[in-house]
């Protein structure tokens, strides 16, 4: 459903990706693991059309899409949950879910499909619709933040580092919805610091190394794998 080829990302003089190539199947989660500045952040970014690709190739579902622009890559099913949420502080939680659809929505179309989907998912953004952004807790914000790309309509998701600042007992219920949206068939990407909880929903993963892929193997060999363990588990 995803993939890129020998992509490579420069700022100025400094290379931050060195001819990544890697491959997300359809229903699929996939995990990306490395250490700060490892070039996690960077990859999703140049596959969403964020930052520049200096070379290489990405598809989605078989089409080139390297030269499009963010705006459409979204609409062809691309959606970017980017690192620290990125909501919008002074929209409502409604109004944060609902600028999503606008790739798709079309006079007459209704969202409250979508809405209800969100929030069978996320409860608590329910209760929570008329509030603004800005009001929600770090979790809540998060959940926000996943609802907001599942209106999208995505074929693939992006999620980066989505347990970043979140107690453990809220970055735990994060990944159980996001273990349930791995369960109804969305492929995804999943950039992510904690090892562990990114390989219990992961059946894939890669380590990523100073912008190049070290390592890639099924979840379950890396978690059990001694580099990975002494690097990234403890």
Not at 98 to 107: E, K, L, P
């Amino acid at each position: 459903m995803l993939a890129c080829d020998d992509l490579a990302v420069s700022y100025g003089p400094v290379a931050a990706l060195r001819g990544v190539s890697l491959t997300v199947g359809r229903g699929e989660c996939v995990a990306l693991l490395g250490a700060n500045g490892a070039g996690k952040t960077t990859l999703l970014r140049a596959l969403s059309g964020l930052v520049r690709m200096r070379g290489g190739t990405v598809r989605l579902d078989g089409q080139t899409i390297d030269a499009l622009a963010p705006d459409r890559r979204a609409r062809l099913g691309l959606a970017h949950v980017p690192e620290r949420r990125r909501i919008f502080p002074g929209l409502t939680v409604r109004e944060n879910l609902t600028v999503a659809t606008a790739g798709w929505r079309r006079a007459g179309q209704s969202v409250s499909a979508e809405l209800d989907r969100v929030v069978a998912l996320f409860p608590r953004l329910g209760e929570r619709q008329r509030q603004y952004g800005w009001t929600l807790s770090g979790g809540e914000q998060q959940m926000l933040a996943v609802g907001r790309a599942l209106m999208a309509r995505p074929r693939v998701l992006l999620l980066d580092e989505p347990s970043l600042g979140l107690a453990p007992l809220i970055a735990e219920e994060v990944y159980a919805r996001l273990d349930d949206i791995r369960r109804d068939g969305m492929t995804m990407l999943l950039v992510e610091q904690n090892t562990a909880l990114a390989l219990a929903v992961a059946g894939r993963g890669y380590v990523l190394e100073q912008g190049r892929i070290v390592l890639e193997d099924a979840a379950a060999a890396l978690t059990d794998d001694p580099r990975v363990r002494e690097a990234y588990l403890g």
